[in-house]
Nanobody, 125 residues
Framework: QVQLVESGGGLVQAGDSLRLSCAAS????????MGWFRQAPGKEREFVAG????????YYADSVKGRFTISRDNAKNTAYLQMNSLKPEDTAVYYC??????????????????WGQGTQVTVSS
């Protein structure tokens, strides 16, 4: 079992930046690949970014590539999502998720065993 708690969401203007954090407790954080997903009203949950257990390299949806950066600090049991050049279409609830068997490249949300409660990101135009 691992518990995930997201923070860092908020209301910003287009072009601004935000950094989301995902604090983990419970089982050893470094055993899990991590992913960030988002869900906008009326839309399906979609993959945003993923990272391997060791943090070597990140994987991104095309819609955020070049603007978002995923990272992790295993000593702090925390994953991050740095979001730059935010757009109104980035507005959604953002979730972090832990995948015990994957490598951070899994776009399928069903593959992730543990989820946080989500944090709202709203980008105004």
């Amino acid at each position: 079992q691992v518990q995930l708690v997201e923070s860092g969401g908020g209301l910003v203007q287009a072009g601004d930046s935000l950094r989301l954090s995902c604090a983990a407790s419970g089982r050893v954080f470094s055993r899990f690949a991590m992913g960030w997903f988002r869900q906008a009203p009326g839309k399906e949950r979609e993959f945003v970014a993923g990272i391997s257990r060791t943090g070597n390299g990140g994987y991104y949806a095309d819609s955020v590539k070049g603007r978002f950066t995923i990272s992790r600090d295993n000593a702090k049991n925390t994953a991050y999502l740095q979001m730059n050049s935010l757009k109104p279409e980035d507005t959604a609830v953002y979730y972090c998720a832990a995948d015990l068997y994957g490598s951070g490249t899994n776009y399928n949300w069903g593959a992730y065993e543990y989820w946080g409660q989500g944090t709202q990101v709203t980008v105004s135009s």
